[in-house]
């Protein structure tokens, strides 16, 4: 087999708590994630929130220095780049922010804003550059009015437009995508998810595609990795996890997703308890605190995650092998 | 009488701010945007990116960025006309009659302030809380808000929240004070949706407990359609189609909103491309006589060039396109109208 684009094996980030200058305790982010990225292959991550999907995205881009694991790109191993190798590889490896207000600067107009990439790496001339602009706002369906436009003079969804077409100024091998389309109204969301299905179509582009949307990353994802609490708990197809689900955990969240034809209204599984803190994960299982089918075991024991039908992975005690409840 | 919201025929327009000539021409923003409510109603606000939705709330709200002028029409609250009422009196309707879920969490929390400091500060000013008290509501509300570990996040600073945690602080913000109206822009699409379950849940216990009314702004026809009574769906600009939420989506009268429906994902079947409505929205240098969604519509006739005004269909249907009347439950309300 090919070696995978990205490979991120056992990585880490931990948090320092502090109150002043005193550490009071360390925030589990990201607890041991392993996952593999093919070329031109999308892997969702899934979870609730605060579980660690944009730690996870912003570390193995290294915009955060991981607390320990490896994380290998094209067999590269980043965490050991030096400043400038990075800088080369940031071409090849783009973010679209889940918090597009707060990567923008203020005082770039639109225009500016997505030429900036291309004129840091001094790429292509300025009318060269100018042209591609125009293209980009096309592609993301905003008229070329708006390059002229600041931040604060666009809506929200004008604004994660911007980091779309910002991220693809550079025409790079793997975009983060964290929550990419979750400001936008279905129909702008439909053409930047045909437009993300065609660049991987077209250059074998790969995305590691996080959203709370269940309905979008069933139709986007190649594999989708179910997080929870800084772990993986389930990985496999989208068909595997979405057809034959496996962890408890998965199964509470695809039974929330509302719908807008009434009449499916589906039967609800509520997860009684609150999230843990990531401060002091639970004991065992992770999950035991809220799980509808723990015993004493999942209190006590860790459970790996295994591989219960070929490439469908799970961390639970209670989904035998070969057989997806 | 009797609305608890009454906004007629707002409009809003922009005017660059370093460029001081008067005369210089004012970008249209909305156009004759009327929106009522009743007390305790949930009404869902819906449209493309950028059709004005967040604009329209902001007016109510009282918050319009320094570059927007009001250009016609009245905001009617609770028997006031807030466009009238001088800033001071403004202040005291903000925040704890009127109170807002902002879409963008980082433009309106502060980087310099915990979290605690932020959700103690309107009750403290509005309710005459002590810090003490103040103190415990905000870590009840917290826990409210489905946030594990509220004293850790208490002290915490925007920035060491994920994007789900913050919007839940911007909700706790937001009800604090237990407003008459709850503007919730966007409330839930940083979260995940068991938490967002837990929150529309919220949301909806208050509306029980409290007869708060709700605006709900979301492109997720989803949640739209488990929260709201009533539908105004937006399109560049205008109201394009009102009514009631089973009604509009059972049967939508516009074909920007029958386009728009039809775009929806679906979880019970696997699609390769998803539907997009062909096309982009205008911007408003080419807002001209026509109807604005004719260069994208697949009914467009000649007629359209002249733009429709909003056809009343009964039934508290509303829709502005000349055939709207066309559906079937449009063209029998039309009759027994
Ligand atoms: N700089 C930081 N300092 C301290 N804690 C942090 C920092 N960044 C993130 N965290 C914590 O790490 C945990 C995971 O955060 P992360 O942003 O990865 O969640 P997420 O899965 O992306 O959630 P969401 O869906 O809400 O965006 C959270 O508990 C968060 O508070
Ligand atoms: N300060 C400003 N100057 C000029 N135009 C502005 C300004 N602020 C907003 N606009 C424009 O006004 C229109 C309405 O914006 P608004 O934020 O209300 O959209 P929205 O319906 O909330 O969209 P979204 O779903 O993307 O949040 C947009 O086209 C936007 O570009
Ligand atoms: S008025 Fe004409 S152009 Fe406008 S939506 Fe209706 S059919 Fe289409
Ligand atoms: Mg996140
Ligand atoms: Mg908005």
């Known amino acids: 087999m090919t070696e995978p684009l990205l490979s991120v094996r056992d990585l880490k980030m931990h948090f ?10 360390t925030v589990y982010a990201v607890d041991g994630v392993s996952f593999d990225l093919r070329k031109g292959e999308t892997l969702a991550l899934v979870g609730e929130s605060g579980c660690g999907k944009s730690t996870t995205g912003r570390t193995v881009l290294r915009l955060e220095e991981a607390t320990a694991g490896s994380i290998r790109f094209e067999g590269r191993d980043v965490r050991a780049l030096s400043k400038k190798e990075l800088f080369t590889l940031r071409r090849d490896m783009q973010i679209v922010f889940q918090d597009a207000y707060s990567f923008l600067n203020p005082r770039l107009t639109i225009g500016e804003a997505i030429a900036e990439p291309m004129e840091v790496h001094g790429l292509y001339d300025r009318a060269e550059r100018a042209r591609r602009v125009e293209e980009l ?42 929550e990419p389309v979750s400001a936008l109204d279905v129909s702008v969301q439909s053409q930047v998810l045909n437009l993300f299905q065609d660049l991987k179509e077209r250059f074998g582009l790969s995305y590691l595609f996080i959203s709370h949307d269940l309905s979008v990353v069933r139709h986007v994802a190649d594999r989708v990795a179910v997080m929870y609490l800084g772990k993986i708990v389930e990985l496999g197809t989208a068909e595997q996890v979405f057809g034959e689900t496996a962890h408890p955990y998965t199964k509470a969240l695809l039974s929330a997703v509302p719908q807008h034809e009434v ?25 035991h605190t809220r799980c509808p089918v723990a015993t004493e075991l999942c209190r006590v024991s860790v459970p790996a995650l295994d591989e219960i039908t070929e490439g469908h992975f799970t961390a639970c005690h209670y989904v035998e092998k070969g057989v997806s409840a | 009488m009797g609305h608890l919201l009454e906004v007629r025929d707002l409009s809003i327009a922009f005017r660059k701010l370093e460029k001081k000539s008067k005369d210089l021409p004012l970008t249209p923003g909305i156009d004759n945007v009327s929106i009522t409510l009743q007390k305790g109603e949930t009404l869902g606000l819906v449209g493309e990116s ?35 009422l001088p800033e001071r009196d403004r202040n005291k309707v903000r925040g704890a009659r009127i109170g807002m879920i902002f879409q963008d969490p980082m433009t309106s929390l502060s980087p310099y302030y915990t979290v605690g400091n932020q959700i103690m500060e309107g009750m403290r000013y509005h ?22 570990a509220p004293e850790r996040v208490f002290d915490e600073y925007p920035s060491q929240l994920s994007g789900g ?11 604090s004070c237990e407003p008459d109206l709850l503007i919730a822009d966007e409330p839930t699409t940083a979260l995940d949706v068991t938490t967002q379950a837990q ?47 089973r009604e509009l ?76 009347g066309d559906t079937s439950t449009g063209r029998e309300e039309a009759r027994r109208a």
């Open chain 1, 263 to 287: 009449a499916v209204a589906r039967e609800r599984i509520v997860l009684q308890g609150e999230v843990p803190s990531p401060i002091q994960p639970p004991s065992g299982c992770a999950f």
């Open chain 2, 165 to 175: 945690m913050r919007q839940r602080v911007m909700i706790a913000i937001a009800i």
């Open chain 2, 127 to 148: 309710l005459a809380l002590s810090k003490k008290q103040a103190r415990k509501r905000g870590l009840e509300l917290l826990q409210k808000v489905g946030i594990p």
């Open chain 1, 16 to 25: 320092p708590l502090k109150k002043g200058f005193r550490r009071t305790g």
């Open chain 1, 137 to 178: 706002l096309d592609i993301v369906g905003l008229s070329p009015a708006y390059a002229k436009r600041y931040p604060h003079e666009c809506s929200g969804g004008q604004r994660q437009r911007l980091g779309i077409a910002r991220a693809l100024t550079l025409q790079p091998k793997l975009i983060v995508a964290d």
């Open chain 2, 50 to 84: 950028g059709c004005g939705k967040t604009l329209s709330s902001l007016a109510v709200m009282g918050l319009l960025p320094d570059s927007a002028a009001v250009t016609g029409g009245r905001i009617g609250f609770d028997g006031e006309d807030l466009l009238e």
């Open chain 2, 249 to 324: 989506f059972h049967d939508p009268a516009h074909p920007y909103t029958q386009a728009l429906l039809a775009a929806t994902p679906r979880l019970d079947t696997k699609q390769e491309r998803f539907y997009q409505i062909p096309g982009q929205v205008p911007p408003p240098s080419e807002w001209g006589a026509a109807c604005r969604f004719l260069a994208r519509c697949p009914k467009a006739t000649h007629e359209c060039q002249h733009a429709p005004s909003l056809l009343t269909l009964g039934g508290g249907r509303q829709a502005r396109c000349w055939y709207a």
């Open chain 2, 199 to 245: 929150i529309l849940e919220l949301l909806h216990h208050l509306q029980k407990e409290n007869g708060m009314a709700m605006i709900l702004i979301s492109h997720d026809l989803g949640v739209i359609a488990e929260m709201c009574q009533r539908v105004i769906v937006m399109y560049a600009g205008q109201v394009i189609e009102e009514g009631r939420t």
